[in-house]
């Protein structure tokens, strides 16, 4: 059983940048879509941005062209960069894989089971 384990959240104002990290033990990329979801108080889960084996992502569009996934495969290792932060993403970010093969869309990732134990991101105005 692979493990999931976040890190780089913070506390960062509007307009600031933070990049998250999840060391993904275990798990190889073959055929897997690692993505990140949030889930804000009292809110259900968001998937944010997947990427596929073959490395082709996709995004919410609420964070469409602020947010770039991304991933080392050497460090087994995935990425979110987060620039021009707003208010409105302060949640807990987990990262989350499932072996889906090619099909690994943004939307489907926070039902994932296999997932980290979150970090929390928190942008003040």
């Known amino acids: 059983q692979g493990q999931l384990v976040e890190s780089g959240g913070g506390s960062v104002q509007a307009v600031g940048s933070l990049r998250l990290s999840c060391a993904a033990s275990?798990?190889?990329?073959?055929?897997?879509?690692m993505g990140w979801f949030r889930q804000a108080p009292g809110k259900g889960r968001e998937g944010v941005a997947g990427?596929?084996?073959?490395?082709?992502?996709t995004y919410a569009d609420s964070v469409k062209g602020r947010f770039t996934i991304s991933k080392d495969n050497a460090k087994h290792t995935l990425y979110l960069k987060m620039n021009s932060l707003k208010p409105e993403d302060t949640a807990m970010y987990y990262c989350?894989?499932?072996?889906?093969?090619?099909?690994?869309?943004?939307?489907?990732?926070?039902?994932?089971?296999?997932r980290g134990q979150g970090t929390q991101v928190t942008v003040s105005s």
């Open positions: 990427i596929a084996t073959d490395g082709t992502t």
């Open positions: 989350a894989a499932a072996r889906t093969g090619l099909y690994c869309s943004a939307g489907s990732i926070q039902y994932f089971v296999a």
């Open positions: 275990g798990y190889t990329y073959s055929g897997y879509c």
